[in-house]
């Protein structure tokens, strides 16, 4: 039967308003270079210490990842190139939550999983900036 | 049998009470929504009509209940690491938005997620990231006196 269409809720808004966001942020990251273009954030620690911060290389990563080039990006930064598939999940699954009320299953949205994060951003942090791993 | 006028402006129906209650427990149909009884020339606000006053009968809620998530105690322990997070690395300083999120979900809609108290949780989680949030946006400040730093714009992020 017909059945007149559910008005989008506030929820539905703000979730359509946040995915143009993220596509714009992208379409962005793909168009322009951040190693070449000048307007995007500089690290502050990188800035005063020239030591590499865990996210450190990670737009420039991006970038290389829209242009299909991944080993480039896994150079960049490993550790945001790893946890873009985790983000991706965790945002689908959010998504198919707000519009079909369906309950997709978490996978890592147990507690330990953000202290392991925490854990490996700070290994990575200090590895990364050990001698024989810079470059 | 009534007829409603949709979001869209389309005439649906005619459809039974039933039906009706069926398309509020939905969100198709609001209290401010048109409907025209059956014999009856005029349309009204479904709120006008005594028999689909809000709330709608306990039945329906019973056949279709509207999904809730489980695991306030989750949803607030993950707030408290996105604040922690949040005040390790000034690229981190994403996970306070997330943080605050989270929190503020806990705090304000504490109703859906029954049982355990995790009021603390939610509160110590939005305090580290507000902190988080608020010191890292202080860091351009000291981007006034470049000379202070010898690897400014030796890379970007």
Redesign the interface.
């Known amino acids: 039967?017909?059945?007149?269409?559910?008005?989008p809720?506030k929820r539905m808004r703000i979730a359509g308003v946040v995915m143009l966001g993220l596509a714009a942020a992208v379409a962005v990251l793909f168009v322009f270079d951040?190693?070449t273009?000048?307007f995007?954030?500089?690290?502050?620690?990188?800035?005063?210490?020239?030591l590499?911060?865990?996210?450190?290389?990670?737009?420039?990563a991006v970038h290389q990842l829209s242009h299909g080039h991944i080993a480039a990006a896994w150079r960049l930064n490993p550790f945001v190139i790893g946890l873009l598939p985790v983000a991706l999940w965790l945002g689908v699954r959010e998504a198919v939550?707000i519009f079909t009320?369906r309950?997709w299953p978490g996978l890592v949205?147990?507690?330990i999983f953000?202290?392991l994060?925490?854990g490996a951003?700070?290994v990575f942090?200090i590895v990364r900036n050990l001698p024989f791993c810079r470059g | 049998m009534f007829k409603?006028l949709?979001?869209?402006q389309?005439v649906?129906g005619p459809?039974s009470a039933a039906?009706l209650r069926l398309?509020m427990a939905?969100?198709?149909?609001?209290p401010s929504?048109l409907i025209q009884a059956e014999g009856a020339t005029d349309w009204k606000p479904l709120s006008s009509l005594a028999e689909f006053a809000i709330p709608p009968v306990p039945p329906i809620v019973n056949l279709s209940p509207?999904?809730v998530?489980e695991?306030g105690q989750?949803m607030a322990?993950?707030g408290l690491?996105?604040g922690?997070?949040a005040n390790?690395?000034?690229?981190?300083s994403i996970f306070g938005i997330l943080g605050l999120i989270f929190s503020i979900t806990v705090l304000s809609r504490r109703q859906d997620f029954p049982g355990a108290n995790h009021k603390e949780l939610a509160v110590a989680g939005l305090i580290l990231s507000i902190i988080g949030l608020l010191w890292?946006s202080l860091?351009?400040l000291?981007?006034f006196r470049p000379r202070?730093?010898?690897?400014?714009?030796?890379?970007?992020?």
Request: with cysteine.
């Open positions: 039967m017909n059945a007149p269409p559910a008005n809720s951040p190693s273009a000048g995007y954030p500089i690290c502050p620690l990188h800035a005063m210490t020239g590499q911060c865990p996210g450190c290389g990670g737009l420039r939550w009320r309950e949205t147990r507690p953000g202290l994060l925490a951003l700070l942090g | 409603v949709g979001s869209d389309q649906y459809v039906q398309w939905e969100g198709r149909v609001q929504t509207a999904p998530r695991g989750t322990m993950w690491i996105c922690i997070l390790l690395c000034c690229c981190a890292h860091l351009p000291f981007f202070m730093f010898p690897h400014f714009r030796h890379w970007p992020m």
